[in-house]
């Protein structure tokens, strides 16, 4: 069975701290690693992954994919408070015998206090 | 720019009651898809389509339907309302396939 698993599950941090978020995966037909950021509602899109080694930066945040050993990556660096949210690791797979779907994990809840 | 937008926000069914919730997008995206939320665990999908007059089950569909008339609207319809389906729900688009998409702010139902 797919299945995506984040590590740790939750995480508190003073501002200004550095943090990495885990996620790896056993998915069939693997097409690509998505992170989302979700703040009480709405999850909202940070970085799409395809191609191992290949670091995505945005700002503060980046992401790298190893897709040999099945496992992402995503770190917050000089946090802020605006930081706290559930960071959603998802894999996208594309199996023979079903849909285009998007396999989600449970979520890393980082707070991170002044 | 609305984007995706969902009601109600909240609503408590009782055991046995049937809803609709409702899911709207204004950015002419063919791909809709319906999600639950549920306490430390990942989104499951329950029903998508890709475009209107197609829908299909997506992981957890059972005790759900969908139908898809327009591009704009993409109803969830719960017709026996079980404590099992307490939730937060999302309705999200995209312009083609699951990833990237846009998310709804999440409708969250209790059933007691």
């Known amino acids: 069975e797919d299945k995506v698993v984040q590590s740790p599950l939750s995480l508190v941090v003073h501002e200004g701290d550095t943090v990495t978020l885990n996620c790896s995966y056993e998915?069939?037909?693997?097409?690509?690693l998505l992170w989302y950021k979700q703040e009480k509602k709405a999850p909202t899109f940070l970085f799409m992954l395809?191609?191992?080694?290949i670091e995505k930066k945005s700002g503060r945040l980046s992401s790298i994919l190893d897709k040999k050993e099945l496992f992402s990556i995503l770190n917050i660096t000089a946090t802020q408070t605006g930081d706290s949210a559930v960071y959603l690791c998802?894999?996208?797979?594309?199996?023979?015998?079903?849909?285009?779907?998007?396999?989600f994990g449970p979520g890393t809840s980082l707070s991170v206090i002044p | 720019n609305a984007g995706v937008t969902q009601t109600p926000k909240f609503r408590i069914l009782k055991i046995g009651q049937s809803m609709t919730l409702q899911c709207t997008q204004d950015?002419?995206?063919?791909?809709m898809y319906w999600y639950r939320q549920d306490p430390g665990m990942g989104l499951k999908l329950i029903y998508y389509?890709?475009?209107?007059?197609?829908?299909d089950k997506g992981e957890v569909p059972n005790g759900y339907n969908v139908s898809r008339s327009t591009t704009e609207d993409f109803p969830l319809r719960l017709e026996l309302a079980a404590p099992s389906q307490t939730s937060v729900y999302f309705c999200?688009?995209?312009?083609?396939?699951?990833?990237?998409?846009?998310f709804g702010q999440g409708t969250r139902l209790t059933v007691v």
């Open positions: 950015m002419n995206h063919n791909y």
């Open positions: 999200a688009s995209s312009y083609s396939g699951p990833t990237q998409a846009f």
């Open positions: 998915v069939t037909n693997f097409r690509s």
């Open positions: 395809t191609s191992s080694g």
């Open positions: 389509s890709v475009g209107a007059g197609i829908t």
């Open positions: 998802a894999v996208e797979a594309l199996p023979r015998d079903s849909y285009d779907k998007v396999i």
